[in-house]
Nanobody, 124 residues
């Protein structure tokens, strides 16, 4: 089991940018996939992006393609989500998640470990 702590959320105007961070500790990450999910009020938790720690394979939901970038820094055990051109519909609590597996799956049920979340609000 690993521990995940998100940071970097906040209030931003439409068209603005934020970078979310996820500090990871507790296990060797070479066999893990990591993901970002979000949950808006009254909605189910949805997949945003995933990365395979070992070979940096990536996957995105269509709605964030070309706007969001997932990355990781293996020297500091950090994962990031760079979010550009933010829209009001990106407003949600964002969670980082991890699972000791290979496939870049999109179901939250496939991830065993979760952070507490960081809130992102996009509003003018």
């Amino acid at each position: 089991q690993i521990q995940l702590i998100e940071s970097g959320g906040g209030l931003v105007q439409p068209g603005g940018s934020l970078r979310l961070s996820c500090a990871v500790s507790g296990d060797s990450l070479s066999m893990y996939i990591m993901g970002w999910f979000r949950q808006a009020p009254g909605k189910e938790r949805e997949f945003v992006a995933a990365i395979r720690w070992s070979d940096v394979g990536k996957r995105y939901v269509d709605s964030v393609m070309a706007r969001f970038t997932i990355s990781r820094d293996s020297t500091s055990n950090m994962m990031y989500l760079q979010m550009n051109n933010l829209k009001p519909e990106d407003t949600a609590v964002y969670y980082c998640a991890a699972d000791r597996s290979w496939g870049l799956v999109t179901s939250p049920l496939s991830y065993a470990d979760w952070g507490q979340g960081t809130r992102v609000t996009v509003s003018s």
